[in-house]
């Protein structure tokens, strides 16, 4: 049984222009101890997607059908018959718990009128029963987990005395607080440079190891991800239109998205010139019929406009939505 399991989740959002078809019927998995990467470009769906798994989704976001299982259990609202009492209950008993999130702001995320040390023991005043006592030593003990030299000191401090990476260390150790089975990093290393980002990458790996949580890693860069996630999920419009291991999405990707996003990852091995992604991502307040990607992609036939193309397996672990791995093909747009 896998530790999560979302099929058909779809998560749309009220506004004034109408309604936002954010995450369009979307299914992915991920297993115990392992990272599983979430990849697309902003406005793609995949941050939404796991607020819905967290229940953090704004007032005017709903969820309106799909299965949410985590670790066995049924977690989607729409399964509480509009009983939103229940639902919330259930929540708050897994989030900061069982279940975490590590933000991608740690200045918008922790509060700057608190200590380091209030804001860490929050979630293990939530959800366990500790002294006064018993919680210093634990929030020592994180911040040692995560890196942070002189913890004794920085648990006096506040977030403006920290530099940026100290910071989204601290979150990592709030979210690792109550050893969660599931840790969802949403674009942790988006506001670091290039080496600290790597640092980032490497103790969410190694924290990993040691605490058996499956992690998924949200990001916008396939290269983020290179070295860190055992499968990857490609997310565009709404929808996840490839998926595979690691290796199969870097070395065989098969939808032009994909291929896309690899070409904007700067590789020094190779000196190639970066191209990036022409046009811009669709309207989801009207989303395309058929392939979300049709108008910017150079390989578009006649029926990528008309009709979403089917998930095809090509392997037991790599599958994809595009109409070119159908045969026979149909011929060029506007041929």
Known sequence: MSLLEIKNLTTSFATEQGKVQAVRGISLSVEQGEIVGIVGESGSGKSQSMYS?????????????????????????VQFDGNAAAYEKLMEG???????????????????????????????KNHKKMSAAELHQKAVELLT?????????????????????MRQRVIIAIALACNPKLIIADEPTTALDVTIQAKIIELIKELKEKTGSGVILITHDL???ASACSRVYIMYGGKIVETGLADEIYYQPQHPYTSGLLACVNNPE?????????GSPPDLIK????????????KAMKICKMKMPPERKLSDTHAVCCWLTEKPASGKEGE
Request: net charge negative.
């Open 53 to 77: 798994v967290m229940g953090l989704l704004s007032e005017n976001g709903t969820i309106e059908s799909g299965s949410i299982l985590f670790d066995g259990q049924e977690i989607s609202p």
């Open 270 to 278: 190779e000196d190639t010139e970066l191209r990036p992604i022409p």
């Open 223 to 225: 290269g983020v991800v």
């Open 145 to 165: 987990q995560v890196g942070i030299p002189s913890p004794e000191e920085r648990l006096k401090q506040y977030p403006h005395q920290l530099s940026g990476g």
């Open 287 to 298: 989303p395309p019929a058929g392939c979300p990607f049709v108008d910017r992609c150079d």
């Open 94 to 124: 897994i989030r900061g718990n069982s279940m975490s999130m590590i933000f991608q702001d740690p200045m918008s995320f922790l509060n700057p009128v608190l200590t380091i040390e209030k804001q860490l023991v929050e979630p293990l």
